[in-house]
């Protein structure tokens, strides 16, 4: 077994989904809570390798204890929000639970953060279950992707300009 890889758990470990509480916020699409290019300082990627599994269901800590991409560079953030816009599809009544393998986090000029945070293709027809979240309730909903969400962001994590960063890092600039 590789050195990457973690030990396998009980499937009650496993089966702890992360749930974000409660509906959707209704009308609310999912491109809406993408920020424009202009609006973001940086934007950071936390991306759970596939044969990686936790011994319990993992945070957005343990997400970012595991390290992050980052990136201020104006033309990697819009390639970003690009690779968002083109996978993010607003709820279709059938997102409610997922567990937490992965997550974006768009830092903006006025200080707030966007989170999308969301699991693996797991789900029926191989989707993709997550939680949009801009800090404000009234506006924070589940989306689904198709799995070409998980390859498009590992391209942009492997650009030139993007930079790895520790576990450490990552948690002390949430």
Request: include cysteine.
């Amino acid at each position: 077994m590789p050195i990457h890889r973690t030990w396998r758990v009980g499937s009650a470990a496993i089966a702890l989904a992360f749930n974000a509480g409660a509906a959707s916020a209704q009308g609310v699409d999912v491109a809406k809570l993408i920020p424009d290019a202009a609006e973001v300082v940086s934007a950071r990627i936390a991306l759970t390798p596939s044969g990686v599994f936790y011994r319990k269901a993992p945070t957005e800590t343990t997400l970012l204890a595991s390290g992050c991409h980052v990136s201020e560079d104006p033309g990697r953030i819009a390639a970003l929000l690009d690779v968002l816009k083109s996978n993010l599809q607003s709820d279709d009544g059938d997102v409610t639970r997922f567990v937490l393998r992965n997550g974006v986090f768009l830092k903006l000029r006025n200080g707030a953060t966007v989170r999308f945070t969301f699991g693996g293709a797991e789900h029926r027809n191989n989707r993709i279950h997550g939680w949009a979240d801009n800090g404000k309730p009234s506006d924070s909903m589940y989306f689904f992707s198709q799995a070409g969400l998980l390859p498009a962001l590992e391209r942009w994590a492997g650009h030139e300009l993007v930079e790895k960063k520790d576990g450490q890092w990552c948690l002390a600039n949430r």
